[in-house]
């Protein structure tokens, strides 16, 4: 162990359904974000979830919980509570490459009636990606709430880092928008990802980098599975889609004008040219673990909550 980090074991998930801890009376939403080696994207993704940027909410309300999943250059707590009192750190010693065991501790620490999961900690949200969340949390007993995702540049990463779109491109073109000032401005310089490529009132994607739902719910499932052990977590994401919007009574609602935005940081699939793409490992791994190919589950009714920024209607699909 790390001196002065923060371990945990991992629980086991299944076990801790039905001891949901005491959550405090204004305490809602426990946002989960894992990072992994992406000190730079961290500093851009925390501010866009603080209180200073998210619009609508008090810190009261939410709570945010960054994990390190064993960085060569771990976060530190102090680099992670600067942006606001609801802001806490994990470090998680782990020789996994896969986010899975981090993402379920999150959720063990989370004090909110709800948990947010960004599984992948370099996409920046939208400014009211948080209170709209909220809102549509309310809407019905058993709730499962989504956002598009996007891509920062001219094209999808794995296709614009071959025409030179790297950091120091990126670093420029978030300057030349002052994004903290208007968060809607990062529809501007970006491109649809290739799992929301349908755009706004079309369903609900395969795979959602912006993922909310009952904590109670998230316990219910199972969490997510321990047998994604893929760098980044393979499918992880589809297949807790899929176990999570088969279960009876989820309502499905998808948000429309907010989002999440990935910054480029080397990802194992957003950023390497689309040939050496490691889906078809990905779809292996589910296979054996599923014993079936994966295949989306496709809602009968899905809802949406929101509004359009002048700079997303591009995106109604």
Same mark, same amino acid.
């Given at each position: 162990?790390?001196?002065? #980090?923060?371990?945990?074991q991992l629980?086991d998930?299944r ?5 949901l801890r005491?959550?405090?009376?204004e305490?809602?939403l426990?946002?989960? @974000?894992?990072?992994?080696?992406? #000190? #730079?994207?961290a500093?851009?993704t925390?501010y ?8 609508g909410v008090c810190?009261?309300t939410?709570e945010?919980?960054?994990i ?6 771990p ?13 806490k750190y994990i470090f998680h ?5 896969s ?12 004090q909110g009636?709800?948990v ?12 009211g990606?948080?209170a ?5 949390l309310?809407?019905?007993?058993y709730p499962?709430v989504?956002s598009?995702s996007?891509h920062?540049?001219p094209?999808?990463q794995?296709v614009s880092m ?6 120091k @491109?990126e ?6 928008i002052?994004?903290?000032d208007?968060?809607?401005r ?6 649809l ?5 349908r ?6 994607p395969n795979?959602?980098s ?12 199972g969490g997510?599975?321990m047998g ?5 977590g393979?499918?992880?994401n589809h ?6 919007l088969?279960?009876?009574?989820v309502r ?9 935005f990935?910054?480029?940081?080397g990802?194992?699939?957003t950023?390497?040219?689309m040939?050496?793409?490691?889906i078809?490992?990905f779809?292996n791994?589910?296979? #054996?673990?599923r ?5 989306p589950?496709v809602?009968?009714? @899905?809802h949406y ?5 002048p ?7």
């Amino acid at each position: 162990m790390i001196p002065g #980090r923060r371990s945990f074991q991992l629980p086991d998930i299944r076990s801790l359904s039905g001891k949901l801890r005491q959550s405090s009376r204004e305490m809602k939403l426990s946002i989960i @974000v894992v990072f992994f080696n992406m #000190r #730079r994207e961290a500093e851009r993704t925390l501010y866009s979830l603080s209180p200073a940027h998210q619009m609508g909410v008090c810190k009261e309300t939410y709570e945010i919980i960054a994990i390190d999943n064993n960085s060569s250059a771990p976060l530190t707590e102090g680099f992670v509570t600067k942006y606001g009192e609801n802001f806490k750190y994990i470090f998680h010693e782990t020789q996994s490459k896969s986010p899975v065991e981090a993402i379920n501790i999150g959720v063990n620490a989370a004090q909110g009636e709800f948990v947010a999961i960004i599984v992948d900690g370099a996409r920046m949200a939208s400014p009211g990606l948080v209170a709209d969340s909220l809102r549509a949390l309310s809407l019905f007993e058993y709730p499962l709430v989504g956002s598009l995702s996007w891509h920062l540049g001219p094209e999808v990463q794995n296709v614009s880092m071959l025409n030179g779109y790297c950091e120091k @491109v990126e670093d420029e073109l978030l300057q030349s928008i002052s994004w903290p000032d208007d968060g809607y401005r990062l529809f501007e310089i970006s491109v649809l990802a290739q799992s929301s490529s349908r755009g706004f009132l079309n369903g609900v994607p395969n795979e959602l980098s912006w993922l909310c739902l009952p904590r109670q719910k998230f316990l219910e499932v199972g969490g997510f599975d321990m047998g994604f052990q893929s760098p980044g977590g393979g499918l992880m994401n589809h297949d807790f889609l899929n176990r999570t919007l088969s279960m009876p009574g989820v309502r499905p609602v998808m948000l429309l004008g907010e989002g999440v935005f990935h910054q480029f940081h080397g990802g194992v699939a957003t950023n390497v040219p689309m040939a050496d793409h490691p889906i078809q490992d990905f779809k292996n791994e589910y296979e #054996r673990i599923r014993s079936a190919p994966y295949e989306p589950f496709v809602p009968e009714k @899905v809802h949406y909550l929101g509004a359009f920024p002048p700079t997303a209607r591009r995106f109604l699909g």
